[in-house]
Structures are given as structure tokens and as C-alpha cells.
């Protein structure tokens, strides 16, 4: 192997160590606002009516984990922006999300035309082969139903988040200088998450105006490192966040219980949940 490529094998790694290290790093700066955070969600919680008993450890693994894919947000958009312009992702995203709703609408098409038939014929026999006479075949058309359902619905859940994060980008070309604003804040997706634990440990709907939950997202943010931001333009970010939310109310999140996993909020993050630190 030539030194040169022995030199790009050993940076890999050695970049991959470096960004988990300055992750931890965060991580560990974040774990400093631990009982703050949750004196805050458990203040909300007191107020009657009770639904459930607070949870702390639940509570701070969820928190924990949003700021680790903040973290992890960041590296990945600082990446990015030093290997592709801001308009080749701005052009990227429309094309995706122009994709996806091409695909969901001839899908949508397909099931309510004669093609369906065949596709179903093959999906069954891929699926087991059955007998067409037999009784059990209307389990596997209810199961067909289901699958086509849900491939629509992820498909416009994807093309709305395409959109919306082409939204992103073009709205940070234009952000005049100065402290950071409205979407320009944080990622939807990640409003989106304070809010399901907000509601889902407090057991109390999170308000879009100057109430507790708008000062939650506040602590959260400076407990992430983004000082400074005023309420209004926290306020601002969480009206835009729930108002797109509903534009769509068939994929919306707001207001949604954690059924299908709290990892689903944030686009393109994998992984484990990092453990919480006592």
C-alpha cells in the first residue's frame, strides 16, 4: 500500500475519534443542567390535574439523548457545508423531496388502477405463494393494504422533511447578520422532540406562546451552547415549528405520543441512545 493511501485509511478513524470526543466533551458540559432542566419539567408536572408520576431517569435519558443528536447536527452540518455549497443542498433537497411526492402520488395512483391486481398477485407470491381460493388470502390482501398504507405515509412524511429541510438552508442563505432567529434556531425535528418529552413527562400540553414551555426550549438551548437568543425569537421558532406541523396533520407530531420512537424526530441521525450519566 502506498503511503498515501495508508495516510487516508488512518485519517478516517482518527477524524471519526476526534468528533465522538468533542461530542462527549458536550455531552459532558450538558450534564451540568441536568437538575435544572428537570426541576423545570417536574414544576410543570405539580400542576393539577396529576396524570402520572414524574420520571426523572426517563425524563433526562430522552433530554440526553436530543442534545447528543444536536450535537451530532452540527458536526454533521459543519461537514457538509465544507464539502458541498449551500445552494448544491438547497438544489438537492427540492430534487429529493420532488422524488418522493412523484413516488407517493404514482404509488397512490397504482392502488386505485387495474395495475394493483398485478401487484398484489406478485407481492402474495413473493410473500408465500398462497392459494387464491383459499380462505386465509384475505390475510394476506388486509396485510397488502397495511404495507401500501404505511409506504405512502412514510413517503409523504420523507417529502415534507425534504422540503422543509431545503426550507432550512434557503432561509439561512438569507438570515441577515446578528443573533440567529425563528427556524434559523434549531432544526424543527428537534423542537419537535423537546416537545413530545415536554408533554410526555409533564403529563401538560406545550403551549406555542410566552409560557413554561417556551422557557424549557430556552434552557435547552443555552444548556447546548446557543446563549443569548431571546424569547421572541424562541417563541417565533416554536409557532413556525407547530404551524408546519399543522399544514399535514396526517404526519404531524405535535401533540403525538412516543409510540413510534423517539429516534423517528431526527433526520438522519442513527445510533444508540448514549447512556444518561447519574
Same mark, same amino acid.
Given at each position: 500500500?502506498?503511503?498515501?493511501?495508508?495516510?487516508?485509511?488512518? =485519517?478516517?478513524?482518527?477524524? +471519526?475519534?476526534?468528533?465522538?470526543?468533542?461530542?462527549?466533551?458536550?455531552?459532558?458540559?450538558?450534564?451540568?443542567?441536568?437538575? %435544572? $432542566?428537570?426541576?423545570?419539567?417536574? &414544576?410543570?408536572?405539580?400542576?393539577?390535574?396529576?396524570?402520572?408520576?414524574?420520571?426523572?431517569?426517563?425524563?433526562?435519558?430522552?433530554?440526553?439523548?436530543?442534545?447528543?443528536?444536536?450535537?451530532?447536527?452540527?458536526? =454533521?452540518? !459543519?461537514?457538509? &457545508?465544507?464539502?458541498?455549497?449551500?445552494?448544491?443542498?438547497?438544489?438537492?433537497?427540492?430534487?429529493?423531496?420532488?422524488?418522493?411526492?412523484?413516488?407517493?402520488? &404514482?404509488? !397512490?395512483?397504482?392502488?386505485?388502477?387495474?395495475?394493483?391486481?398485478?401487484?398484489?398477485?406478485?407481492?402474495?407470491?413473493?410473500?408465500?405463494?398462497?392459494?387464491?381460493? %383459499?380462505?386465509?388470502?384475505?390475510?394476506?390482501? +388486509?396485510?397488502?393494504? +397495511?404495507?401500501?398504507?404505511?409506504?405512502?405515509?412514510?413517503?409523504?412524511?420523507?417529502?415534507?422533511?425534504?422540503?422543509?429541510?431545503?426550507?432550512?438552508?434557503?432561509?439561512?442563505?438569507?438570515?441577515?447578520?446578528?443573533?440567529?432567529?425563528?427556524?434559523?434556531?434549531?432544526?424543527?425535528?428537534?423542537?419537535? =422532540? $423537546?416537545?413530545?418529552?415536554?408533554?410526555?413527562? *409533564?403529563?401538560?400540553?406545550?403551549?406555542?406562546?410566552?409560557?413554561?414551555?417556551?422557557?424549557?426550549?430556552? &434552557?435547552?438551548?443555552?444548556?447546548?451552547?446557543?446563549?443569548?437568543? %431571546? +424569547?421572541?425569537?424562541?417563541?417565533?421558532?416554536?409557532?413556525?415549528?407547530?404551524?408546519?406541523?399543522?399544514?399535514?396533520?396526517? *404526519?404531524?407530531?405535535?401533540?403525538?405520543?412516543?409510540?413510534?420512537?423517539?429516534?423517528?424526530?431526527?433526520?438522519?441521525?442513527?445510533?444508540?441512545?448514549?447512556?444518561?450519566?447519574?
Amino acid at each position: 500500500m502506498s503511503e498515501l493511501g495508508a495516510g487516508i485509511e488512518e =485519517s478516517a478513524p482518527d477524524a +471519526r475519534a476526534e468528533a465522538t470526543e468533542a461530542i462527549e466533551a458536550r455531552l459532558t458540559a450538558f450534564d451540568r443542567h441536568r437538575d %435544572d $432542566l428537570l426541576s423545570m419539567l417536574q &414544576k410543570v408536572h405539580e400542576h393539577k390535574p396529576k396524570t402520572k408520576s414524574f420520571d426523572k431517569n426517563e425524563a433526562w435519558r430522552h433530554l440526553r439523548f436530543i442534545a447528543w443528536g444536536f450535537f451530532r447536527d452540527e458536526r =454533521s452540518r !459543519d461537514e457538509q &457545508k465544507a464539502e458541498v455549497t449551500a445552494n448544491d443542498r438547497l438544489e438537492r433537497l427540492r430534487q429529493l423531496g420532488k422524488a418522493l411526492g412523484d413516488a407517493r402520488r &404514482k404509488l !397512490d395512483e397504482a392502488m386505485h388502477h387495474a395495475v394493483r391486481g398485478g401487484v398484489y398477485v406478485e407481492w402474495c407470491i413473493a410473500h408465500g405463494n398462497p392459494d387464491f381460493l %383459499d380462505p386465509i388470502i384475505d390475510v394476506f390482501e +388486509r396485510e397488502f393494504d +397495511r404495507v401500501t398504507s404505511d409506504v405512502l405515509g412514510g413517503l409523504a412524511a420523507l417529502e415534507t422533511a425534504a422540503f422543509c429541510a431545503a426550507d432550512d438552508v434557503r432561509q439561512n442563505q438569507v438570515r441577515r447578520p446578528g443573533r440567529p432567529g425563528g427556524t434559523s434556531l434549531v432544526r424543527r425535528s428537534f423542537i419537535l =422532540s $423537546l416537545e413530545r418529552v415536554y408533554r410526555e413527562s *409533564t403529563g401538560k400540553r406545550a403551549g406555542a406562546g410566552a409560557g413554561p414551555f417556551a422557557q424549557f426550549v430556552k &434552557k435547552f438551548l443555552e444548556a447546548v451552547g446557543r446563549k443569548g437568543i %431571546d +424569547r421572541q425569537s424562541i417563541i417565533k421558532a416554536i409557532k413556525t415549528a407547530k404551524k408546519r406541523e399543522e399544514k399535514n396533520l396526517a *404526519t404531524s407530531s405535535w401533540g403525538r405520543s412516543r409510540s413510534s420512537g423517539l429516534r423517528e424526530a431526527f433526520f438522519g441521525t442513527r445510533g444508540k441512545i448514549p447512556p444518561a450519566s447519574a
